[in-house]
T-cell receptor, first 114, second 111 residues
Framework: DTGVSQDPRHKITKRGQNVTFRCDPISEHNRLYWYRQTLGQGPEFLTYFQNEAQLEKSRLLSDRFSAERPKGSFSTLEIQRTEQGDSAMYLC????????????FGQGTRLTVV | SQQGEEDPQALSIQEGENATMNCSYKTSINNLQWYRQNSGRGLVHLILIRSNEREKHSGRLRVTLDTSKKSSSLLITASRAADTASYFC???????????FGKGITLSVRP
């Protein structure tokens, strides 16, 4: 049983560049979440997919951020025109359709904007 | 905004001792989950307790939930140096079951 997989693990980019991260959830999970974690803080919710539908977006998700889950399997998170404040760990999690169960997280993508 | 607040913020104990961590939250929940995070790594799920449960055990872990006080505690018995990590409580709320995390507790277990 493979867990949640995220790629890349680390990304260093110059300010103003676009970046895209990928998340492969646990295969039977239809719920997928993106979170962002900055140093010394707990993760903060960004967005939620149920199958391919994006059902909730946080106010943290500015218009430079876009997430997709085109076939209800893997998901991508794109950040356009990156800013230094975007530097953080981006975490993906998945859970089963019932919702009232464990959410399993990937290892995260550490983004550094220079 | 972060709903959960863990207490203490940092805890240092000797190997073999028990570690107790507390979490308080503000709104009604579906469940509450505890996670561990080693430095720079992802979150590892430890234990989940549903809103209609009061206590659960998993190996050396014991979690309690008091919905009337909106609080939970995580007890790690017979701690090991490998338990050194940050611990987060997360509340699962709403129909979308998103998680809201506290700032975490840094646990150091001295060998």
């Amino acid at each position: 049983d493979t867990g949640v997989s995220q790629d890349p693990r680390h990304k260093i980019t110059k300010r103003g560049q676009n970046v895209t991260f990928r998340c492969d959830p646990i295969s039977e999970h239809n719920r997928l979440y993106w979170y962002r974690q900055t140093l010394g803080q707990g993760p903060e919710f960004l967005t939620y997919f149920q199958n391919e539908a994006q059902l909730e977006k946080s106010r943290l998700l500015s218009d430079r951020f876009s997430a997709e889950r085109p076939k209800g399997s893997f998901s991508t998170l794109e950040i356009q025109r990156t800013e230094q404040g975007d530097s953080a760990m981006y975490l993906c999690a998945s859970s089963s359709w019932t919702g009232n169960t464990e959410a399993f997280f990937g290892q995260g993508t550490r983004l550094t904007v220079v | 905004s972060q709903q959960g607040e863990e207490d203490p913020q940092a805890l240092s104990i000797q190997e073999g001792e028990n570690a107790t961590m507390n979490c308080s939250y503000k709104t009604s929940i579906n469940n509450l989950q505890w996670y561990r995070q080693n430095s720079g790594r992802g979150l590892v799920h430890l234990i989940l307790i549903r809103s209609n449960e009061r206590e659960k055990h998993s190996g050396r872990l014991r979690v309690t939930l008091d919905t009337s006080k909106k609080s939970s505690s995580l007890l790690i018995t017979a701690s090991r140096a490998a338990d050194t990590a940050s611990y987060f409580c997360a509340t699962n709320t709403g129909a979308n079951s998103k998680l809201t995390f506290g700032k975490g507790i840094t646990l150091s277990v001295r060998p």
